[in-house]
């Protein structure tokens, strides 16, 4: 139980064991996210639809937002032990990028939600949540001046989504 830990807050820490890269498309690190994680995906009966209109494919960042969508990835794949869906759908409002993902698993309690975003608090059994990774996934997208939007109903699944400001540079920094 301790090396998973140990191991689990490793990768908590270091977002950069991803993509070698220091920047690339919004897009590819989405993409890049989606492909390390299908395995498990795979294993667990859970399909994944992923769309994004072409814009996303011009808009280059730093590869920190990777362990975002790794994380928002793995932990809409552990709300669905027993498969399902997850849609990841990108799109532009009002200057502004989203990036939702949305699964089908178990869903959040009012209770829960009160408390996601606190470190380590954890809706995870035993050594499979730290509670580090939305905290985190929160202090990366500020850099960005983005945010995280959470909406859940217990047994009808959660709908995260990933505000960032539109980049018309083609360049979105982080800060």
Known sequence: KMSLSIKSLMFSANPFKGPPRASDTVFNLLQDAIKIMMFQASDQRVQVDFSAPPEFEKIVTEADLYYVF??????ALQAMPQGG????????????MEISFQDNGAGLT???MDHIFQPFY?????????GLGLPICQKILARYDGSLEVESQPGQGTTV???LPYAESGVLHGK
Do not use: A, D
């Not at 790794?70 to 932990?75: E, V």
């Not at 869906?85 to 799109?91: K, V």
């Open 70 to 75: 790794i994380n928002l990835i793995k932990n």
């Open 161 to 163: 989504r990933v505000l």
């Open 110 to 112: 009012p209770e829960e």
């Open 85 to 96: 869906r997850l849609g990841i759908n990108c799109s532009l409002h009002n200057r502004q």
């Open 122 to 130: 954890s809706t995870k059994e035993g050594t499979q949540g730290l």
